[in-house]
């Protein structure tokens, strides 16, 4: 199965470029028809901005984008470019522009409408989508902290810590990474500490 990013949530962030406010908005999506309700929900919500302009990309899908009323390639295109440098799919972005009596000109349009989709991508932050193998990693207390290091080092995450007469670990791996993990675990501990496959997971966790 494919790995590709989605946003982890849904981001707002929000600035004012001389006395526009422009209010940047992100979600996570899986089809082109929920993009589309949530444009159609900020349109309804923002009914009296001056502009809500929008961009989607539906992994195996449609890609669109608008300029909702904005001169042409000013803002819905500059806001696409910003999804397609961040490597996201399954997200749609819309930026809310309340005009404040201050013309920005075309150039200062792009800025302020790339500025508004990036806010909002940080603020949602990114998560990878991919199969994960899960491992269940019981270990002394001595190695705990080396076991750790040594995870993060080869893309893990740390999904569960239980402290016990040991510390047993569940642990997400990238599927190329697993037996590395493991093959290091072992010479690291001199066998003391072992990892058992209990799993596999596609979905998105946080990077």
């Not at 908005?25 to 309700?37: G, M, Y």
Request: with cysteine; aromatic share 12%.
């Amino acid at each position: 199965m494919d790995e590709y990013l989605v946003p982890t949530q849904f981001g707002e962030a929000e600035f004012i470029e001389k006395k526009s406010r422009f209010i940047g908005r992100i979600w996570p999506v899986e089809t082109e028809e929920e993009a589309l309700a949530k444009i159609q929900e900020m349109k309804k919500q923002h009914y009296d901005a001056t502009h809500n302009c929008w961009a989607y990309i539906i992994r195996d899908g449609a890609v669109r984008f608008s300029d909702d009323g904005e001169p042409g390639g000013t803002a819905g295109m500059p806001m696409l470019q910003v999804l397609q440098r961040e490597s996201l799919y399954n997200v749609v972005c819309v930026v809310t522009r309340y005009f404040g009596g201050i013309l920005l000109g075309a150039g200062g349009l792009v800025r302020a409408y790339t500025k508004g989709a990036k806010i909002a991508v940080d603020a949602a932050g990114k998560s990878m989508k991919r199969v994960w193998t899960v491992l269940y990693v019981p270990c002394p207390y001595n190695f705990y902290e080396r076991v750790k290091l040594e995870a993060e080092a080869f893309g893990g995450i740390i999904r569960s810590t239980d402290f016990g007469a040991e510390v047993e670990l569940e642990l997400l791996f990238p599927e190329a990474q697993t037996q590395k993990f493991l093959d290091r675990l072992t010479d690291m501990t001199s066998g003391t500490v072992e990892g058992m496959e209990v799993g596999q997971e596609y979905k998105a966790f946080p990077v």
